[in-house]
């Protein structure tokens, strides 16, 4: 992080009006009290969240969308989606491989920018962390809400029973569970661990019984001391070592959900590099969505530079590049395989009745990043942002498409038939958001959005160069 | 009126309640409340002397006959615990051959169908059979004295028994006159003959639809496959259609040329003429029509007398008879079909119309038959029905003629009493009943027999009587027994009561008028024909009719509008636009189907919708082509105008691609007669089949050249195994259950649209990719090579059915047959029609075919307690059962003399989707096409 010293003086603790002050004139940071302030100080008083009520109550009308839609559907059944015989699988497949997507992204940049040194990360891997978990939280929601019988979800995991049955260990949707279980439960560990040093500045600073005692049960015990920092720092490579091949296996085993089959679109090798690479793309955009939102929420354009922003942006136009020549491989192979079926399939992509999708999502995906090779794109955050929604947008449309365009096209003439989705397909996606949001803006009530011991360890690190 | 009604319609005097009264009042209502607020003490018992026979649980099987448009079929009837389950065809009984038609197979809906007339239905709501036996009592003597003649009206009658029975009432009341018709309507002598297409070498069919749905589908198809197949002794039979409209037979055909109704009628005369040597000038035809008429009068004429020219119920009455004196006079192979004596011929419905619009008609009897809805469905009608003062409507439904009438007496089913039945060939049958009638009603002997004066009278006493040869008859009981059993009558004719001296029988009017008003260019011809899965509209309230898809269009639940491709662009209409079709007497309203290949200028309509009686399920779907002309049950109708309403109402349709571009023809591959498949020769694999397990394995061969796209085995299917219904919108969802679909592909060009069927069950993949995609094993494979779904395990993520390359695979996206059923489905009795045999699937979960796998299981047991193998043809699966040109085998593989692995060796033999090594065990035969090598160029 390139903190410039400006002007600022070491902050009290305490006091609104001049904190408010204080915040106005903040645009660079560069001593730890600043970190403290500028990241904790909102969580401990009970001004400024006016912005967060509103936010709250918009994503509350969502969540109780979100969970209404699915009590519903518990009670009247899988119809209620606009799935058919034909097309068997539709939104919540599409929402689920979108969810892990973006949850994908939180550890990426957590672990694998951790193991290359890549330190303008401190800035925004806590908050891209927090989106992983409530991500992954809710794509694996997503199958549930899929499946026929959601109260036999537990069929899935190997349990001791009395019909001596084991699940079908050859199915990728079994691989899958374990993918998703394992990455959530990591996920949680690497983002709880991470906070602890943090949860103990709030301890410290907490003015009142209340918070002290919440955040320092919460800490377990941190002081702060040499030994904890070099087994913590010890640990956490060792976690961000493990978290990389899984950040690559969940999402590749999603792809072999679709790549371990029979059908044309889904049979095609590619799929488990190509869904990691758009995991990853998905999930930068999320988190630029996401950072821009808390910057402008609670004033952080001091941690959370353009800078940050531009980094992004280029990973973006890398992934972006990548999704493309993988959708052209993929055109490439299902034209050179001279398979009927796999030539008929790429007409229907691009002819189809789902073709204004798919050129939509090629635009998206592949065209509107291709902006960020021009710096001034890359350094204009209403830019940024539009584009990340595109992205995120065409990476939805990408999954939905995947999964329509191969059961809506295949070998058996007959059988070809569209999906059209009802209301409550749309409730779902719309109320998982909302969800997301909801738990989201929790987080930002409540914890440290901004890995504030991460950002001291710059800053100190700046100072004494 | 009658003096009921009368002394109804007085006021009621006042009540003056004391209050001593009125505590009585209270009392008395307190202890008829608590002697009455529990259902009455009813005790299960079990037996004590059990039925001789009979092992609970244990399938019994009775033979018996269904009627369709008044002809019989012979069938055999599962019950199980006194409970009729199935219904398959009887191998003796000609008109069955031990196949069955969809009607039969749905006919258990019909007996189970909560809507069924129940009670006695009279003008006041505490009306009994009581009540309408002494008013009876009043008009029978009335037209005792000749006061008030009874009036009968029928549909088309075959059972001797009751033919006898309207023969001894004519003579009981003088006067009685008695009208029967056809709901289909069309000319009458283009169905009184059999067609032998076995035995012809050249079949031309002008506008008849001999394989299309009626009492004689299954023996013609029979015959037509038996005369296709390559073996036959005359070589394979060629077939060519001329029509307007697709038919069943237009789309066996090996060549179909589409022209207009009256220039079909015209080129018939013209090849009359020309058969029979003396050639009138040649109707004017476009080039190549003409060239296709020119080809096929002379295979025509070189097949000599294996040549068989069929007029069609579209043509005139004069027409039809030209064509039927000619192919006798040039010994064309048909039969004539069972006819009665000459007394018993019924007068039409134009004259029934005729009487009661004078106002005559006092004492009226509607047996079984529904005109205001398939007759005459106009105002005039209905308003002269109502004035009927005794007007009685016995049926199955109180439906739109019930409705009309004073009186609503409820029909016993035809598995729930004593009947019996001639089929289209003449053959008798007896109808006993499978089950004791579900509620209070009456057979239409007994109704009939209530009519003569009898007080009590049993409808088995009524039919025994026809078949007894005078009181004293040794051999009838061993006879009848012998009748029961086989389902057939043989060595004896019905004793009918005739009486020399009655005069009044009258020729069958032709029933369509010549032909009327030349059509303007801008006006367009209806065509009305029968519908493929409803019928006449006796069949709207069945649901499984209903969901069954029209063999060709697809379309379920509703009927369609269909017109060439050339005039809907000229309307700016497409496929599911809502048409309105108005004629000078009539307007009604459908939504359209395009239809390559039928005669430009031709509307196509179909019968049996438009129902406002019919019941919850067959209410207010599709529309009434009789209301364009109604009373006078013409099939075609001249100056009708169309025009596009601006709504739509698309068809819930199984199937929304029908042409196979490219390298989809591989889908269903056609050979010449005596062709073959290039061999795909077997390939190495890595994957070996284990050697097998057990003595069985069970694979299909389904011979697409065979399959006539009738749905027999489509109903057959779901009626086995519990398959549900699951509703207009839920079929327009994508979303119909069937285990066994028929896919339907346009196989033609550009030139000449042609259709070719494929039924599609289970592949039973010998390396099934549903299997290692189930994340629950849910989907697993037996020893016999049976791909098992285990409903149990199944929780329902349909990643099986994503993998599916043949997509056979069913989900259960709500609870269909086990809480949310589509309308009144759910209510009792409807799941008494239930296979025990069967799972009834709950929400959620994931099924498909089987291969009837409670069948094979059943076998086995049988077999193992013979302490034998269970022979080839020994079990048969629904779908094989039902089918009635035998298209499907089924059988073991390790049995090397078995059919199945005959039908592998055949030269046609293939494998869907080979490609893919899914190694499935249903495999097929391709499709033949006898195409007339000097029409082939322009039209192949």
Redesign the interface.
């Known amino acids: 992080m390139s903190a410039i010293v400006s002007g600022a003086q070491p902050l009290p603790s305490a006091g609104d009006a001049v904190r408010a002050q204080k915040v106005e004139r903040l645009t660079h940071v560069d001593t730890i009290d600043a970190v403290n302030t500028l990241v904790s100080g909102p969580l401990l008083d009970r001004r400024r969240w006016r912005r967060w009520w509103i936010a709250m109550i918009v994503a509350s009308l969502l969540t109780v969308l979100f969970f209404g839609s699915m009590i519903y559907l518990f009670a009247k059944g899988i119809g209620i989606f606009g799935n058919n015989s034909i097309v068997v699988w539709g939104y919540p497949i599409a929402n689920y491989v979108w969810w892990i997507g973006i949850g994908n992204a939180g550890t990426l940049i957590s672990s694998m920018l951790l193991l290359t040194h890549q330190h303008w990360r401190a800035a925004i891997n806590r908050l891209a962390e927090a989106m992983t978990l409530m991500a992954v939280a809710i794509a694996g929601l997503m199958p549930i809400m899929h499946m026929g019988r959601p109260l036999y979800f537990y069929w899935l995991a190997p349990y001791p029973n009395t019909m001596a049955l084991w699940p079908q260990w050859r199915s990728a949707l079994i691989w899958d569970f374990w993918a998703i279980l394992s990455y959530l439960l990591f996920s949680i560990i690497f983002w709880y661990t991470g906070l602890i040093p943090d949860l103990a500045t709030l301890r410290d600073r907490a003015i009142t019984p209340g918070k002290r005692i919440f955040y320092g049960a919460l800490a377990l015990g941190w002081r702060n001391s040499a030994r904890h920092w070099h087994i913590y720092q010890t640990y956490y490579r060792t976690m961000a070592a493990l978290a990389t091949p899984l950040v690559c296996s969940v999402h590749s085993i999603v792809g072999l959900d679709f790549a371990a089959s029979l059908m044309p679109g889904w049979q095609e090798t590619i799929f488990p590099p190509y869904f990691v690479v758009g995991a990853m793309y998905s999930g930068f955009a999320m988190v630029v969505v996401l950072c821009a939102g808390v910057r402008w929420g609670l004033d952080l354009e001091a941690l959370i530079t353009t800078r940050h922003f531009e980094i992004m942006a280029k990973v973006m136009l890398m992934a972006g590049t990548v999704m493309f020549l993988s959708y052209a491989t993929e055109w490439f192979s299902a034209w050179y395989s001279g398979r009927g079926v796999d030539r008929r399939f790429l007409s229907f992509e691009f002819t189809g009745a789902y073709a204004p999708l798919y050129w939509i999502m090629i635009f998206c995906n592949c065209i509107a990043v291709q902006a960020f090779w021009f710096r001034s794109a890359r350094r204009s955050l209403p830019a940024i942002i539009i584009i990340s929604i595109l992205i995120n947008i065409g990476m939805w449309l990408e999954r939905i498409l995947i999964v329509w365009n191969t059961l809506s096209h295949h070998y058996i003439a007959s059988m070809w038939r569209l999906f059209y989705p009802t209301l409550w397909d749309w409730f779902v996606l719309f109320g998982s958001l909302g969800f997301f949001a909801f738990l989201y803006l929790l987080f930002a009530r409540f914890f440290p959005v901004v890995s504030m011991h991460e950002v001291k360890e710059l800053v100190q690190r700046e100072a004494t160069s | 009126m009658t003096d009921i009604a009368a002394r109804s319609a007085a006021p009621a005097p006042r009540l003056e309640i004391s209050r001593r009264a009125a505590l009585k009042l209270f009392t008395g209502g307190m202890a008829a409340s608590l002697a009455g607020c529990s259902p009455p003490a009813e005790k299960n018992m079990p037996y004590v002397d059990m039925p001789e026979g009979l092992v609970p649980g244990e399938p019994q099987y009775y033979a018996t006959a269904l009627p369709l448009g008044g002809y019989g079929r012979g069938v055999i009837v599962k019950a199980v615990d006194g409970r009729p389950v199935k219904v398959s065809g009887n191998p003796r009984h000609p008109a069955s051959l031990g196949s069955t038609d969809v009607f039969a197979e749905a006919a258990l809906v019909e007996l189970y169908d909560p809507e069924r007339s129940r009670d006695i239905r009279g003008t006041q709501p505490i009306n009994g059979w009581t009540e309408f036996l002494g008013e009876l009592q009043q008009w029978s003597g009335k037209a005792k004295r000749g006061e008030a003649p009874l009036h009968l009206v029928t549909s088309t009658v075959a059972s001797p028994t009751l033919l006898g029975q309207i023969a001894s009432l004519k003579q009981q009341y003088p006067g009685t006159r008695w009208f029967a018709y056809d709901p289909l309507g069309g000319a009458e002598g283009a169905r009184s003959l059999i067609p032998r297409l076995d035995r012809a070498s050249v079949i031309v069919c002008l506008g008849a639809d001999p394989l299309g749905p009626g009492p004689m589908q299954i023996m013609v198809s029979r015959a037509f496959i038996k005369g296709r197949m390559p073996e036959s002794p005359g070589g394979m039979s060629r077939l060519y259609a001329v029509e307007s409209t697709w038919t069943l037979t237009g789309a066996n055909a090996d060549h179909r040329l589409t022209l207009p109704p009256d220039k079909i009628d015209a080129l018939a005369m013209e090849i009359v003429g020309r058969l029979e040597g003396h050639p009138g000038s040649p109707l004017p035809l476009d080039k190549g029509a003409r060239h296709f008429v020119d080809e096929m009068i002379a295979d025509l004429q070189g097949a000599g007398a294996g040549g068989l020219l069929l007029p069609g119920p579209m043509l005139r009455e004069e027409t039809v008879q030209a064509v039927l004196q000619s192919g006798r006079r040039l010994g064309a192979p048909f039969d004539r079909a069972a006819t009665f004596p000459a007394q018993l011929r019924p007068e039409p419905f134009a004259a029934f119309e005729e009487i009661l619009h004078s106002g005559k008609v006092q004492n009226l009897l509607l047996l079984d038959c529904n005109p205001a809805f398939d007759a005459a469905p106009d105002a005039k009608f209905a308003e002269a029905l109502k004035k009927v003062p005794f007007a009685v409507h016995a049926g199955l439904y109180d439906n739109e003629t019930a409705d009309l009438c004073r009186w609503q007496l409820p029909l016993s089913h035809p598995l729930e009493a004593w009947s019996d039945l001639t089929s289209a060939d003449g053959t008798v049958a007896i109808v006993q009943p499978l089950i004791r009638p579900l509620y209070d009603t009456r057979s239409q002997h007994e109704i009939l027999g209530f009519y003569a004066g009898q007080t009590a009278p049993s409808g088995y006493d009524t039919v025994r009587q026809t078949w007894k040869q005078g009181a004293q008859d040794a051999g009838f009981e061993d006879w009848w027994r012998n009748a029961l059993v086989k389902g057939v009558v043989s060595g004896r004719s019905p004793q009918f009561a005739l009486s020399a001296g009655n005069t009044e029988t009258s020729q069958p009017a032709p029933s369509q008028p010549p032909l009327d008003a030349p059509a303007d260019s801008n006006s367009f011809v209806a065509l009305i024909q029968p519908d493929q899965t409803i019928y006449d509209g006796r069949f709207t309230n069945n649901a499984w009719l209903q969901e069954c898809p029209k063999p060709l269009s697809k379309g379920t639940w509703t009927n369609a509008v269909s017109l060439a491709p050339e005039d809907a662009a000229a309307l700016g209409a497409s496929d599911g636009d809502v048409l309105a079709i108005s004629s000078s007497a009539g307007k009604i309203e459908g939504p359209l189907r395009i239809d390559r290949g039928q005669a430009r200028g031709v509307v196509g309509l179909t019968l049996g919708y438009g129902r406002e009686g019919a019941g919850a399920i067959g209410n207010g779907l599709g529309y009434n082509p009789r209301l364009l002309s109604p009373g006078s049950l013409r099939n075609v109708i001249r100056g009708i105008q169309v025009k596009k309403t601006g709504r739509r109402a698309p068809i819930p349709s199984t ?6 571009e ?3 023809r591989k ?1 269903l591959p056609e050979v010449a007669p005596g062709g073959s498949l290039p061999a795909s020769g077997t390939k190495p694999s890595l994957f070996v089949p284990p050697p097998p397990r057990d003595p069985y394995s069970w694979a299909m061969v389904i011979d697409t050249a065979a399959c006539t796209g009738c749905n027999a085995c489509v109903v057959a299917c779901q009626v086995e195994n519990n398959v549900p219904i699951v509703g207009p919108d ?1 079929v327009a ?5 069937h285990w066994l ?1 028929i ?3 346009d196989i033609g060009t550009a030139e000449e649209p042609r259709h070719g069927f ?1 039924p ?1 069950p289970c592949m039973q993949c010998e390396k099934a ?1 549903c299997e ?6 849910a989907s697993v494979h037996d020893t016999e090579g049976l791909n098992d779904q285990v409903y149990n ?7 099986c ?3 599916c ?3 056979v ?7 269909y047959n086990s809480g ?1 059923e589509y309308k009144d489905l759910g209510k009792d009795p409807m799941p008494a029609r239930n296979n025990p045999d069967v799972t009834v699937r ?5 099924e498909k075919c089987t291969y009837c796998v409670q069948r094979i299981s059943g076998a086995r047991r049988d077999a193992e307690k013979a302490d034998k193998p269970i022979a080839d043809g020994e079990l048969k699966t629904a779908c094989q059962e039902a089918c009635p040109t035998e298209a499907i085998s089924f059988g073991n593989l390790q049995d090397k003399g078995s059919m199945v692995n005959a039908r592998r060796a055949d030269p046609r033999h293939f494998t ?2 080979e490609e ?1 090594g ?1 190694r499935p065990r249903t495999t097929y035969l391709a499709r033949v096409r006898n195409a007339n090598p000097k029409l082939a160029g322009g039209s192949a």
């Open positions: 199937q929304m691609h029908f042409s196979l490219g390298d989809l889908l839920e969802n994508g979303r119909a259950m679909r896919d339907s592909y494929e599609v990719p290692p995609v189930c994340p629950v094993e395990r199944c929780v329902g993520t349909r990643f059915q994503s993998n390359p043949y997509k695979r069913r989900f259960n996206w709500f609870a949310q709950a929400r959620g979960v994931m869907l989707l893919l899914t």
